[in-house]
């Protein structure tokens, strides 16, 4: 394709693609909104408040974006900061968690973890970092709502280190708490930033000092609270590593910031901690050879499918991660997997507000396909060249329903809808070896709900759920025939098929399936399966 080599390696250099992992209610949507301010993508943020009642602020969001000529939803949301070009994946965090988001990780150079400073390290968090650790990932903490009542912050980097294995390392140090939240201390730049209430809705550049002691600093905290600061800071600055580019990297150290994503405060020093030390599009490996983001001909890899919101258009839009060369409106690519070339003439991008910018893409951006069935996850495009892109993974379900059907008439309908919705990553199909059963796994709850819609709406099957007594799945491995054949046909009641054809072994519990570990030592269970 015609790229200028120079062109894509200024390109390249200038991206940062990145999600945000959090647990529900720490502020991933508020922060979002502040970014997106900070990236003008949008122009006001209203203040976001009693959401309680309104937790899809996503609909705010595609209303916004709908006013703004922008089709599509947040899923991917586009902005420059600084000279540079920042791609913000979203990962539904809700109720509506499911692989979608772990695969999404897989599509990003770095992550923004966020932690809401009264609660600290909590489950959800745990999870997704184990995500990011799979492909260690560089991970930017940010410890939020100090304009609150919050832990001690040197207890909260204790327990990210020690719960998360993350070396933190503080960049500011945050004075005060709460109602006396004063600002933040950047350690090395030794300049305090002042913090101002109310200023949530506006990009406040804050005010700054020169270090941090001051006598209405020390009076707005008392002399207690002041003490009490200085010793914490003498801590942390007894206690600090240097920051060390090389581990942040390798996912082994986190830059940590302290703010408020509701006030506005931090969240630029958060871009500028991005845009300084996130790596831009890395290589990504394929089943040929590592493909670098500055090689010339057009790849990507599509790691999410979501079903179009408008139920009078039955297609689907599938995201794919460019990995290398451009993208250009009306250009030819390879359909690896069915080894087909397709022209491409409409292919989505997500610059907010620049409708100019949506004829081209460049590696670490997010580009939509329309998806008439023929696209499944995993799937790579290329401009001809045979490879296809590993690492995007299936993960362990969690949850197990049995299907039952309505009318046992549609059994094919169901087979060809769970195939199908398997193969977008909506759920998946296991068949176990002793019955008939059809089972479904998932990470997330929702997803039963979407899968039974669906096959309603768009195969016009009507089936129910059941529980199931199985804990958790393990995809089997073992090059020993011999050894394999004996755990087959000691395990053989609990074995199924998965949806991809693979061997997988249904665990009704933690312990059997340690026990069975126990028991084989030479076969593998795993608890993830690559595409
Ligand atoms: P999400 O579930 O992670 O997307 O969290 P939200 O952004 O929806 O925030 C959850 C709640 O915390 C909302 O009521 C927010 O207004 C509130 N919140 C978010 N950031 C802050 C903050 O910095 N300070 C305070 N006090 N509240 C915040």
Same mark, same amino acid.
């Given at each position: 394709m015609s790229v200028d080599p120079k062109k894509l390696t200024k390109e390249v250099a200038k991206r940062r693609t990145f999600a945000i992992i959090s647990?529900?209610?720490?502020?991933k949507t508020t922060m979002t909104e502040k970014l997106l301010l900070w990236g003008q993508a949008i122009q006001v943020v209203g203040e976001?408040?009693?959401?309680k009642t309104d937790r899809h602020a996503t609909s705010d969001w595609m209303s916004m974006e709908q006013e703004r000529?922008?089709?599509?939803? *947040?899923s991917v949301m586009q902005f420059p900061y600084k000279d540079h070009m920042v791609n913000l994946l979203d990962t539904p965090?809700?109720? @509506?968690?499911?692989?979608d988001t772990y695969r999404t990780l *897989?599509?990003?150079d770095s992550a923004l973890m966020m932690v809401d400073g009264a609660k600290g390290v909590e489950e959800r968090t745990i999870k997704l970092m184990e995500v990011c650790r799979m492909r260690d990932t560089p991970i930017i903490s940010f410890v939020n709502k100090l304009d609150r009542q919050i832990r001690e912050p040197l207890e909260l980097l204790s327990e990210i280190e020690a719960v998360l294995k993350i070396k933190c390392v503080p960049v500011t140090w945050p004075i005060?708490?709460?109602?006396?939240?004063?600002g933040v201390y950047h350690l090395a730049e030794n300049k305090t930033y002042l913090y101002e209430k109310g200023n949530g809705g506006k990009m406040t550049v804050s005010e700054t000092r020169e270090g941090y002691d001051y006598p209405d600093i020390r009076e707005r905290l008392g002399q207690l609270m002041f003490d009490a600061f200085e010793e914490s800071l003498e801590l942390v600055q007894m206690a600090l590593e240097e920051f060390d580019v090389e581990a942040f990297l390798a996912g082994e150290m986190t830059p940590v910031l302290f703010g408020t994503a509701l006030g506005n405060f931090g969240v630029n020093m958060v871009l500028d901690t991005l845009v300084k030390y996130a790596p831009p599009p890395k290589a990504h490996p394929t089943t040929e050879r590592k493909v670098s983001a500055t090689e010339t001909d057009f790849t990507g890899f599509v790691f999410k499918i979501q079903a179009n919101m @408008?139920? &009078?258009?039955?297609d689907r839009i599938a995201f794919l991660r460019v990995c290398s060369g451009k993208y250009e409106k009306g250009m030819k690519m390879k359909h690896v997997r069915l080894g087909k070339d397709v022209r491409i003439a409409d292919a989505l991008t997500f610059?907010?507000?620049? &409708?100019?910018? /949506?004829?081209e893409a460049y590696p670490g951006d997010i580009i939509g396909l329309h998806n008439h069935g023929t696209i499944s996850i995993g799937d790579s495009f290329t401009e001809g060249e045979e490879l296809s892109f590993t690492g995007i993974p299936h993960f362990a379900p969690e949850l197990f329903r049995r299907v039952v059907l309505?009318?046992? /008439?549609k059994s094919k309908a169901l087979q060809k809808g769970l195939q199908q919705l398997s193969e977008e990553g909506a759920t998946q199909v296991f068949m176990p070896q002793i019955n008939n059963d059809l089972v479904l796994g998932a990470v997330g709850v929702l997803q039963f709900e979407v899968v039974a819609h669906r096959l309603k709406e768009e195969y016009k099957v009507q089936c129910t759920f059941e529980p199931v007594s199985i804990a958790t799945v393990r995809w089997i491995h073992c090059d020993d025939d011999v050894a394999l054949a004996k755990f087959k046909k000691k395990a053989h009641d609990q074995l199924s098929i998965d949806g991809g054809g693979y061997l997988t072994y249904l665990a009704p519990s933690r312990v059997n399936l340690q026990l069975m570990q126990d028991r084989y030592p030479e076969i593998t269970f795993s608890s993830t399966r690559e595409h």
């Open positions: 647990h529900p209610d720490a502020g976001v408040k009693g959401r000529g922008i089709s599509i939803t *947040t965090g809700h109720a @509506d968690f499911s692989e *897989t599509a990003v005060g708490m709460g109602q006396d939240f004063v @408008d139920p &009078r258009h039955r610059l907010a507000g620049d &409708r100019e910018a /949506l004829e309505k009318d046992p /008439l």
